[in-house]
C-alpha cells in the first residue's frame, strides 16, 4: 500500500476505522499504521479518534490532471506541452530540468509532495501532501535573457491575477515577487505564494525559463512553526476552506498560460501598472541587505525593468537589483 492511497481513503474527512481501511485496501492494519506514520512524517495531520478511526481536520482533493483538464478551456489545452500530476518529485522544477530539450513550451508538472522543493537564495520549500499546490512550467523564448528582465516579477502579478479569479483577495505583492496576504487587525500577513524560476539558454539567443510556483492552500501549526517566516493560506483569506485544489491548479494555469504569452508580446511593460496597484513595500520604510551591504531606505516603485526604487535619507533614489528586503516596523 502507498501513502497516496491511504490519503485518497481519508480525503473526505470523515473517521474511518482502522480495520475498515485494512479491509478496503486488502492489507493488515499493521500496513494501515505504517502509512499513517509515514504522512504524518511527511506534515499530513492525520487524527487517531479512538474507535472512529483516523481522520484529517478537513476535506481536500487529491490532486487529478483529468479534474484539472475539464477546468480548463479546450483552447488552454491545446497550448499546453503537457499536463503532468505527480504523487511524488524531489522537485516539479527539478522534473522539467531532466526533460531538457524534449520538454515542449508550456509544460506543466505538479506533484502532491515534494521531498527536496527548493525556494529562492537556496532555501528549502516544505512541500507536505494533500495541502498546497506545486507546480512547474516550462516557457521558451526567442530573444534571450537579455528580453526577461521584469519576468519575475511579472509573474507575481500573475498569481495575483489567479488569486482573483478564484474570487481570493487580500493580497499583495513583496518585491520581487513574493504574494503576501496584507495582514488586517483580525490576523496577521503572510507568505501565500512563492515563484522561482531559473533559465538556461544563451543570453541573445533561444532560452527557457522554468518557473516554480508555491502556493499555500492550507498550512498546519507545523508548517506555519517550519516555514521561518511568517506564512498565510488561501483557506484563511477565505474565511475557512480554501478552494478545491484542482480547480485552483486549473485557474493558476490558465492565468500563467495568458501571462507568460502577455509578457512575450509586451514585456514587463504589460504589468508594471499592475505591480504598482499591488506594490506593498511603496512608501514603506525598508532595511535592505545584499551586495550593497546593509542599509535602510523607503521604497519608491519598481522601474521598467523590475528593479526595486528606493529613496534613501539624502532624497536620492537608487535601484536595487538583488537584495533581501524587510519592511522596519516603528
Ligand atoms: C520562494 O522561495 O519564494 C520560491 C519558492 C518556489 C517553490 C516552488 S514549489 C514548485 C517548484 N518546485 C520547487 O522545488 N520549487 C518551486
Known amino acids: 500500500m502507498q501513502p497516496a492511497q491511504l490519503l485518497a481513503m481519508l480525503a473526505a474527512g470523515e473517521p474511518l476505522p482502522g480495520a475498515g481501511l485494512a479491509a478496503q485496501a486488502g492489507v493488515t492494519r499493521a500496513a494501515i499504521w505504517k502509512q499513517v506514520e509515514a504522512l504524518r512524517t511527511r506534515g499530513v495531520p492525520i487524527e487517531a479518534r479512538g474507535a472512529a478511526g483516523y481522520r484529517l481536520p478537513w476535506p481536500l482533493q487529491m490532486l487529478d490532471a483529468t479534474q484539472i483538464r475539464a477546468a480548463l478551456p479546450a483552447s488552454m489545452l491545446r497550448s499546453l506541452g ?17 526533460r531538457g530539450a524534449t520538454a ?7 506533484a502532491e ?29 526567442e530573444q534571450g535573457f537579455a528580453a526577461l528582465s521584469g519576468l519575475s516579477l511579472a509573474l507575481g502579478v500573475i498569481v495575483l491575477r489567479a488569486l482573483e479569479n478564484l474570487g481570493i483577495d487580500g493580497a499583495g505583492l513583496k518585491w520581487p515577487n513574493d504574494v503576501l496576504a496584507i495582514a ?35 498550512l498546519t501549526p507545523a508548517l506555519h512553526a517550519q516555514a521561518g517566516q511568517p506564512a498565510c493560506d488561501l483557506a484563511t ?23 507568460l504569452r502577455q509578457f512575450e508580446r509586451d514585456g514587463f511593460a504589460g504589468f508594471v501598472d499592475d505591480y504598482a496597484r499591488h506594490d506593498l513595500l511603496c512608501d514603506q520604510p525598508l532595511q535592505l541587505s545584499g551586495v550593497h551591504g546593509a542599509f535602510d531606505a523607503i521604497g519608491a516603485g519598481v522601474d521598467a525593468r523590475g ?24
Open 82 to 98: 503537457a499536463l503532468e500530476v505527480h504523487w511524488e518529485l524531489d522537485s516539479t522544477s527539478s522534473e522539467l530540468q531532466r
Open 104 to 110: 515542449k513550451d508550456f509544460s506543466i508538472v505538479l
Open 113 to 141: 509532495t515534494q521531498t527536496a522543493g527548493r525556494g529562492r537564495r537556496g532555501r528549502e520549500w516544505l512541500s507536505p501532501p494533500g495541502m498546497n499546490l506545486y507546480l512547474s512550467c516550462l516557457k521558451r523564448f
Open 184 to 218: 488586517t487587525g483580525e490576523r496577521p500577513g503572510g507568505k501565500l505564494s512563492g515563484i522561482l524560476v531559473e533559465l538556461s539558454g544563451e543570453y541573445q539567443g533561444p532560452c527557457a525559463a522554468i518557473i516554480g510556483i508555491g502556493l499555500n492552500l492550507r
Open 237 to 259: 483569506l477565505a474565511g475557512g476552506a480554501p478552494p478545491d485544489r484542482n480547480r485552483a491548479a486549473a485557474v493558476l494555469i490558465e492565468a500563467l498560460v495568458e501571462g
Open 307 to 330: 528593479a526595486l526604487r528606493v529613496r534613501m535619507a539624502d532624497g536620492s533614489v537608487r535601484q536595487i537589483d538583488s537584495a533581501d528586503v524587510t519592511v522596519r516596523r516603528a
